[in-house]
């Protein structure tokens, strides 16, 4: 609902009063005027206010003062006096504008003196009058959490025995909804219940229940103000935004994963309550009503937005537009000296496209196709291909049989068969040879195409499908043999720029089977269990038994000859008997560097059974993998990656289609830590009792795109509205607007130009000398802008 | 009839009036203000800016009995310069029992001479006047 706001007509304007009130703490009770040489300071006119800037945040208000000392005429006595310099700083202080129109307000102000700065006249013939002027500048109270730093953090400890809940106190500075360290460190870290009126951090560093902005502004004000010696809040701090409100609404649509180590409260404020989503906020102090006893003083943070209409997200999620809106007439008023209406084209865009981070699809194939002809490695069905060179296999497979000029070692085959081994095993060590049987590489000719890789899974899809923007989209990412088909759902990713993550986006506690990844919710760990959590490492395991015909009775169950599966770092945990263990062992490693995963046996050869060639060189049965149980990486080996998506995940909308079709100006939000984790289906995230467990339906593990489409949405409303910055400057001082306030438009009645901007500053000047005093009424948005 | 009396305080005159005054009444603290114009609005406005004194300037006249006094009297008007402001009675009128008004001495510029002619009158009947010209600020004072 829009309000006129008619600035009235008057011919004649009164200058205002200033009195200026000190305390040394912030209460109102406690604030007298300026105790100046004495005598009623209300009086005396060398104490003046040269500019009160009142700011929405990140701004701080200012407030410039200004005192004369030295031989002063008292207007009380009529007779030059003696007055000491102030010494205030420190202080708090109140700053009353007076009214000057009978239906006006008083302007009162408070903050704390944290600057002078003083010009020296001299002291007088007799060296005992000294004179000058102090300058003395108080900032705003948001100044006071700029001053104090978070260090520690409070838990919500319910483990004690006496009593039901205890607020546990430790060092370091928890961020919210964070977990500093970890591959994918957002997690939720909230306690599951409040207390004494805000909620704590759980007591285990991950939760199930995450912070949204309005409980974390509420928890930093309780807990990280500024304190008295005895341990209380200094003043109490208060969001002004009640339950259910819309000033609740601005903080609760977006979801906040800020760091609080070495920051202060206000620059943890000026994120939480973010200028990029549109929402802004100033401090200001209530005094307690004196006419109510529990009432007492507090500042309060006041939220505004910078939007005209209520915005919906979704079906149960609105934004709601400003609510205090209004209409500014000022046609007719004498005293406007300047009314500045800027336009800034910058800011007219077309689209406006969020980005998040980049996407990731996990997925588990086969290393090989299932018929590998090690004559036609670079086949396209083939997904891994030797990440070594024949040579490098030659050097390796003869090992100490042969020089290094690759000429017969005459004194090799004098040994014994252990000290050939053991030389071959010192020749093998070498960097040389490093990367034979141990390092696979993504094949440069890869179709893309992911099989289920166990019986009765025959579904193909793209390992990197078009995942669209619209998180109500159903999308297909099953392979057709169509090129049209497949151009729409076959993203175009060079091979050898494939990004193999070290770490699944799946987590070991977590049950993905079945169609559980679409149905269930999967939240981190239960604080009160305190099981953590972690992500499954790149999985790389082998058939290990069984003829891989499967036999099962009529209840599906297997009775004969089944497959068996054992992750490759854990081999031997299966063996039935010694024939079929294994006594050797293998790890996994992804290198960072490109598209390659190391699948380390210890000795390399024995996952390689038909590539390794013993021929003379090995005797040693102890290094052969035909004696050992070995396995052929082409034949047995199957992965289980998360790859990272070539595209980021985004959301475009177009605010306004240009005429010639090209998009002109287009804005980019960047949204940290926004994820969309896509898991196919048939992907194997763990071995039970050798038996792959898979997700049959495969799905989204985090799925932020409804997160970035309501930014997305927000962002269009608001730069789909024109808007314009007004600076409009009157010859007089008054209560007449607030911060936050939306001027929607200005010139009510013949010329109505849209505004459609908060007021984030208002600013009185008393020039010194006989000047009438001004104010100044700024709107802008650059303050508050979601880029 | 009796002279009227002039004085800045201790200060007696035989004359005392403003510049620029037909009269020469010392001029009383007034409202001052500014006036304020908008292009395209009609009309003018005018903020206010409280009630304070303007500098003027005011010329006294007083014979003395002879230069020795004349002498000291120039050097004690100097001495008022930046003293407590002083109360002015002009035309037997007290400015500051009647209006609440003292005067702030900014500057002073005295001579004094002897006259040629048989005196006849002031305050003295003497033979040397002193002339001077004030400089002063009127200031609302409340004691």
């Known amino acids: 609902m829009t309000t006129v706001q008619t600035l009235d007509t008057v011919r004649i304007i009164d200058t205002p009063t200033i009195t200026v009130y000190a305390a040394d703490v912030l209460a109102e009770t406690e604030f007298t005027t300026v105790d100046i040489a004495g005598v009623n300071p209300a009086e005396i006119p060398y104490l003046w206010v040269n ?325 036609e490695p670079d086949d396209p069905t083939n997904m891994f291909v030797r990440g ?95 090129p049209d088909v497949e151009a729409e759902r076959k993203e175009t990713v060079e091979n050898r720029r494939i990004k193999i993550l070290p770490y699944l986006v799946l987590k070991d506690q977590n049950d993905y089977s079945g169609t559980k990844i679409p149905d269930e919710e999967f939240e981190d760990d239960d604080p009160e269990e305190f099981v953590i959590p972690q992500h499954i490492p790149t999985m790389v395991y082998a058939h290990v038994s069984g003829s891989g015909q499967e036999v099962r009775d009529d209840d599906g169950e297997l009775v004969d000859n089944p497959p068996r599966y054992e992750l490759v770092d854990r081999l031997n945990y299966g063996a039935f008997d010694d024939d079929r263990g294994r006594r050797w062992g293998c790890s996994v490693a992804c290198p960072s560097d490109g598209p390659f995963l190391n699948v380390s046996a210890h000795p390399p050869q024995m996952i390689a059974t038909t590539d390794f060639s013993v021929d003379d060189a090995e005797t040693a049965e102890s290094q052969q993998p035909s004696s050992n149980n070995g396995l052929n990486w082409h034949d047995d080996l199957f992965v289980t990656l998360t790859c990272q998506h070539p595209r980021r995940l985004q959301r475009t909308i177009e605010i306004e289609t240009p005429d010639d079709g090209v998009p002109r100006n287009q804005c980019r939000i960047y949204v940290p830590r926004a994820r969309c984790d896509y898991v196919h289906a048939y992907t194997t995230f763990a071995i039970d009792k050798g038996i792959p467990i898979v997700t049959t339906s495969g799905g989204f593990v985090k799925d932020d795109r409804q997160r970035i489409s309501d930014i997305a949405r927000a962002a269009a409303e608001w730069y789909g509205q024109k808007r314009k910055t007004l600076n409009l400057t009157l010859k007089q001082c008054r209560n007449i607007v607030q911060l936050g306030w939306l001027i929607t438009d200005i010139g009510a009645n013949l010329s109505p130009t849209a505004i459609h901007t908060p007021v984030t500053a208002v600013e009185y000047n008393f020039p010194p000398g006989n000047q009438a005093p001004f104010m100044r009424i700024e709107t802008n948005y650059h303050d508050l802008d979601f880029t | 009839m009796p002279l009227p009396i002039y004085s800045l305080g201790d200060f007696l005159f035989v004359n005392f009036s403003a510049s620029g005054n037909d009269d020469g009444e010392p001029m009383l603290p007034q409202e001052h203000s500014e006036v304020i114009q908008r292009p395209n609005v009609r009309g003018s406005g005018i903020v206010r800016l409280e009630r304070k004194g303007i500098p003027f300037e005011m010329r006294s006249m007083v014979d003395v009995d002879n230069e020795a006094a004349a002498n000291l009297l120039v050097g004690n008007y100097y001495l008022a310069v930046g003293t407590d402001p002083l109360a002015i009675v002009w035309r037997d009128r007290d400015y500051f029992t009647t209006y609440g008004v003292k005067y702030f001495v900014l500057a002073v510029m005295a001579t004094q001479s002897r006259v040629v002619y048989a005196p006849v009158g002031g305050l003295t009947a003497g033979n040397f006047v002193v002339r001077a010209t004030w400089h002063l600020l009127p200031v609302e004072v409340q004691s």
């Open chain 1, 51 to 375: 500019r009160l800037r009142i700011m929405a945040a990140p701004q701080v208000d200012t407030c410039e003062m200004q005192f004369e000392y030295g031989r002063k005429l008292n207007p009380l006595s009529g007779q030059f006096e003696l007055v000491e310099p102030l010494e205030i700083v420190d202080q708090f202080v109140k700053v009353v504008i007076g009214k000057t129109l009978d239906t006006d307000k008083e302007i009162i102000w408070y903050g704390r003196i944290k600057h002078e700065s003083k010009q020296v006249f001299g002291a007088g013939a007799n060296q005992d009058e000294p004179a000058g002027m102090q300058f003395f500048t108080a900032f705003g109270l948001l100044h006071l959490l700029d001053e104090h730093f978070n260090l520690g953090s409070v838990l919500y400890d319910n483990t004690s025995t006496t009593t039901f809940v205890e607020e546990k106190t430790i060092q370091g500075a928890i961020p919210f909804n964070l977990d500093p360290g970890g591959v994918y460190p957002e997690t939720g870290n909230r306690s599951q219940f409040d207390h004494d009126g805000c909620y704590l951090f759980s007591l285990g560093p991950r939760s199930k229940y995450k912070w949204n902005a309005a409980q974390a502004v509420e928890y930093l004000l309780k807990h990280h103000v500024p304190l008295k010696s005895d341990g209380e809040s200094a003043v109490k701090w208060k969001l002004i935004a009640p339950v259910d409100s819309p000033e609740r609404s601005y903080l609760e649509w977006y979801e906040v994963s800020v760091d609080r180590e070495l920051r202060t409260t206000k620059e943890i404020l000026d994120e939480l309550i973010n200028r990029k989503r549109g929402v802004g906020y100033f401090v200001k102090f209530d005094p307690a009503d004196p006419d109510d006893p529990d009432d007492e003083d507090s500042i309060g943070v006041y939220l505004f937005n910078g939007t005209k209409d209520d915005i919906t997200l979704s079906a149960t999620t609105t934004l709601k537009g400003n609510q205090n809106q209004f209409s500014l007439d000022f046609e007719n008023a004498f005293d406007v000296v300047e009314s500045t209406v800027s336009d800034v084209a910058t800011n007219a865009f077309t689209h406006v496209r969020v980005f998040g981070e980049y996407m990731t699809v996990t997925f588990t194939n086969k290393m090989t196709n299932n018929f590998f002809d090690p004559d």
């Open chain 1, 388 to 482: 070594w060179t024949d040579d490098q296999a030659e050097k390796f497979n003869k090992a100490a049989s042969i020089n290094d000029d690759g000429t017969p070692n005459d004194t090799y085959a004098e040994q014994s068969p252990e000290v050939q081994a053991a030389w071959n095993a010192f020749a093998r060590n070498s960097d040389k040879l490093s990367n034979v049987y141990r390092r696979y590489m993504i094949n440069p000719d890869w179709d893309q195409l992911c099989t289920g890789p166990h019986d009765g899974e025959s579904e193909t899809y793209y390992a990197f499908p078009v995942i669209s923007e619209d998180p109500t989209h159903i999308d297909d990412y099953e392979h057709s043999d169509d």
